[in-house]
């Protein structure tokens, strides 16, 4: 018997988080300026389109193994918004419950990565560069990088 996966979500400007199935994320739809023909330029503003302060921003380039694999942990606190600025890869959301997939391919929007949150990135575009805005420096501690562990401390957060 063969299990059906739902097909990856598909980011476009119609989107809302209606078709976001996980608990703890959202769809984040940038300031967008058609700047043609010298480019485009996309804007992120605390308030505006990021929940939170940023104290952290990172990137990730070089993505060129195929087999490479980003991600496979989830934070206890931090609150991110990733967006693909270049390229397209595969991002897998799972809140323990619920599992999603978005084909990440467009830099005009984002995703909410909140607490509490699985994710993995696969599936990168050679060309692909990935920004991700944090909440809060970097911190080891914050860090649940067994998906054990991520279900367990899911499992006593329910029980609390
Ligand atoms: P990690 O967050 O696991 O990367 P990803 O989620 O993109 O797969 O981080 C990889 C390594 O880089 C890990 O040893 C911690 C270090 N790191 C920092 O020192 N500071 C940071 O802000 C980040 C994001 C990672």
């Given at each position: 018997m063969t299990t059906e996966r739902p097909l990856p979500l598909r980011l476009t400007q119609?989107?809302?988080?209606?078709?976001?199935?996980?608990?703890?994320s959202g769809i984040v739809n940038f300031q967008f300026v058609p700047d043609r023909p010298d480019g485009n330029l996309t804007i992120a503003e605390t308030g505006k389109h990021i929940p939170f302060p940023i104290e952290r921003a990172y990137w990730i380039n070089s993505?060129?193994?195929?087999?490479a694999v980003r991600g496979k942990h989830a934070h206890k606190e931090l609150e991110q918004v990733i967006v693909c600025v270049n390229g397209s890869f595969r991002l897998h959301l799972d809140d323990g419950t619920t599992q999603q997939d978005i084909?990440?391919?467009?830099?005009?929007i984002g995703i909410r990565l909140g607490a509490m949150l699985w994710h993995e990135m696969t599936?990168?575009?050679?060309d692909c560069v990935i920004l991700v805005l944090a909440?809060?420096?970097?911190?080891?501690?914050?860090?649940?990088?067994s998906y054990d562990e991520f279900i367990n401390t899911l499992t006593e957060e329910i029980k609390a």
């Open positions: 119609e989107l809302t988080d209606k078709e976001l199935f996980v608990q703890n993505l060129k193994a195929r087999e084909v990440m391919d467009t830099p005009k599936n990168f575009s050679p909440s809060a420096p970097y911190n080891e501690a914050d860090y649940i990088r």
